[in-house]
């Protein structure tokens, strides 16, 4: 399985990412670390990246894989805090510091179908089928409410507001939402 991935480096970096095309030989110097550390059966694919921090050793992460399929996120992007990258396997999204790789998250919005970069807003969002995560320069900012029944879509940012639909099984029918990007508070949508 070849995983395609998208980059985006909006945000000024301290480091290197580059994803390598297999696992890397046993190197004497470079670690390799597996995210997540406990990995269980399901996880013996993933992506292998390189990171080089802008001081400190390089090192080798091996990211499991969320879902082999066309309609969630691959992609590697800087985030709001310049020492820590973003990479999403599948639709599984990660978070880490570049000079420690000891010092991770995974974003629990799974899978993740829609990724964007909002750099005047100092965001990161992370759409899964029925609600938004944001993650800012501390890490998670905010995780909206449900906003949908299963499926939606963002259709716009205006100011400090995110617009969407999302699916309303009872009335059939899409309807609309907002969420506030300061706060991930939201008006409208639906959920069972």
Known sequence: MKQ????????????????????PPVHPVEKLYHFPAEMEEGDRS??????????????????????????????????????SFCTVVGGYAYVVK????????????????????????????????????????????????RLSWEGLTITGIKDDILHGHGWDALADKEVSFEVDLKTGQHTGGARP
Request: with cysteine; aromatic share 14%.
């Open 46 to 83: 993933g992506a292998y990246l390189r990171v080089t921090p802008s001081s400190g050793p390089a090192w080798v992460g091996f990211f499991a894989l969320g879902f082999d399929s066309d309609q969630v996120v691959s992609e590697v992007c800087s985030t709001p805090d310049a020492d």
């Open 98 to 145: 570049a000079g420690n790789p000891a010092q991770w998250l995974r974003v629990e919005q799974s899978p993740v179908v829609d990724l964007r970069v909002l750099s005047h807003h100092g965001l990161l969002l992370f759409a899964g089928f029925t609600s938004i995560t944001a993650v800012g320069n501390s890490g998670i900012a905010w995780t909206t409410g």
């Open 4 to 23: 395609h991935f998208r980059f985006d480096f909006t945000f000024p970096r301290n480091y290197e990412v580059r994803v390598l095309e297999a696992a």
